[in-house]
């Protein structure tokens, strides 16, 4: 299989889905507030943009780090 089909299955596996989404969640909403609290609580003008990608890149590196963690220990069982 190639590498980056193995990837793609990784990240659709064990969970890594819902639990990148956990993290999006949380670490995307306290980024968002950082940046944006002061437009989103009063009343500023929001970037839709950076709401979007506030969320998207903690979901990235979390799946991220699940997959190169999986296809690690892909590697480490087939040596053994």
Do not use: E, F, H
Not at 40 to 61: E, F, H, M, N, R
């Amino acid at each position: 299989m190639p590498a980056w089909k193995l990837a793609c299955a990784c990240a659709m596996s064990d969970g890594v889905p819902r639990r990148s989404l956990a993290v999006a969640l949380i670490v995307g909403t306290v980024l968002n507030l950082i940046n944006q609290g002061d437009a989103l609580v009063g009343g500023g003008s929001i970037d839709w943009l950076k709401i979007v990608l506030t969320y998207c890149v903690p979901y990235a590196v979390c799946t991220y780090g699940a997959v190169t963690t999986q296809l690690a220990r892909r590697k480490s069982d087939a040596s053994a």
